[in-house]
């Protein structure tokens, strides 16, 4: 059976600063059975990767002209148990204060998520990382979840930055 895909270019959006998840979500959420998706982006969406495949969507990227992707989502019909999506901390238990604080907000999808795991590689378990954030990095979040780490987060009063703050674990235990 062939597979007939639904194009969706979110080169614009990116490159205006934007955030393309809603977008990327709506167009997923109206494909038909044995649809799929094709979509135009700036960057590797490695971590979208994770949330469809967690759908059931395989996924084939490859660059094109201009330094863009372009990525086939294609159901694989096998949805991976761990395909809830992220949450953040629960409880209400004390965090130890931040030992590393990023000021992100300045800067264009994918280098703020680039940036924190980054940070988070150097960081010890239990310590703390802080970023402010010009969006809601929702896909972050999922790679923070499957690497192991807590988050809490949300805006700001002001409604544009967005707060995060996050928890290293430890790998040995995600990995359990």
């Known amino acids: ?7 969706v270019d979110v080169r ?16 997923v959420n109206a494909l038909a059975p044995g649809q799929g998706l094709r979509l135009f982006a700036t960057f590797e969406p490695t971590p979208l990767f994770h949330v469809l495949g967690a759908r059931g969507f ?15 989502f294609q159901p694989s019909g096998a949805v991976r ?11 209400d238990g004390a965090w130890p204060a931040p030992v590393r ?8 999808p994918p280098e703020p998520m680039v940036r924190i795991l980054a940070a988070l590689e150097a960081m010890a378990a239990g310590e703390v990382l802080a970023a402010l ?6 896909f972050l979040l999922p790679e923070l ?4 780490h ?12 967005y707060a995060l703050l996050v928890r290293v674990g430890d790998a040995r235990e995600a990995a359990a």
């Open 12 to 27: 614009s959006i990116l490159r205006a600063g934007g955030e393309p998840f809603e977008v990327i979500m709506s167009a």
């Open 101 to 108: 604080r990023l000021d992100l907000r300045d800067l264009d």
């Open 1 to 7: 059976m062939t597979t007939s895909f639904v194009d």
């Open 150 to 161: 807590a988050w809490r987060g949300g805006f700001e009063p002001d409604g544009k930055t």
């Open 145 to 148: 979840a499957k690497r192991g």
């Open 81 to 91: 148990p761990d395909g809830a999506p992220a949450r953040p901390a629960s409880g």
């Open 58 to 72: 395989s996924h084939v990227a490859k660059p094109i002209d201009g330094g863009d992707w372009e990525v086939l």
């Open 133 to 138: 954030l010009c969006r809601e990095p929702v």
